[in-house]
């Protein structure tokens, strides 16, 4: 266990030097059996020092509550955003299905007509040989026949 000085950080040593075993005299400081004598702190300074370093933690307390109080607001801004954000995302879920259901529809209308296309050619021709070819400008494929007739879109 060190004494409160020490704990403290203060030497409370006369004149500060080390004292050396059989040494009379350090710096003017009186060795009595080799051992020096502290000067005694009194209450009163020790009472300051410690004002003083509450002082201090109450300012950097303070400061401390200041930056928890800043970083409150900056959450709830965060969570009005992330809310709104939610909201955003259900509305843009909710024209996503939408949108599903539109291109749903759309391909059934377009093996729709593809089934007519194909009994109208079995019916005209038969069983014949069929070549589609996809023409990226239009999105849209054009058919050759094996009779050598060719419909584009």
């Known amino acids: ?7 403290l950080g203060l030497t409370a040593f006369w004149g500060g030097g080390v004292v050396g075993a059989g040494r009379k005299k350090v710096g003017g400081n009186k060795i009595k059996g080799g051992v020096m004598k502290k000067k005694a702190l009194g209450l009163g300074f020790i009472w300051k020092i410690r004002l003083r370093l509450y002082a201090e933690g109450n300012r950097l307390r303070a400061e401390g509550n200041r930056l928890w109080a800043e970083g409150d607001r900056l959450r709830a801004e965060g969570n009005r955003l992330r809310a709104e954000g939610n909201k955003r995302r259900a509305e843009g ?3 996503w299905a939408e949108g599903d259901k539109l291109y749903a529809e759309g391909s ?3 093996a729709e007509g593809n089934r007519l ?3 109208a050619i079995l019916e005209t021709y038969g069983n ?3 070549q589609w070819e996809y023409i990226e400008k239009k999105d849209d494929s054009k058919c050759t026949l094996e009779t050598g007739e060719v419909f584009e879109p």
């Open 1 to 7: 266990m060190l004494p409160c000085y020490m704990l």
């Open 93 to 95: 879920d909710k024209l």
């Open 108 to 110: 059934k209308l377009r």
């Open 117 to 119: 296309w194909a009994e």
């Open 128 to 130: 014949i040989k069929l």
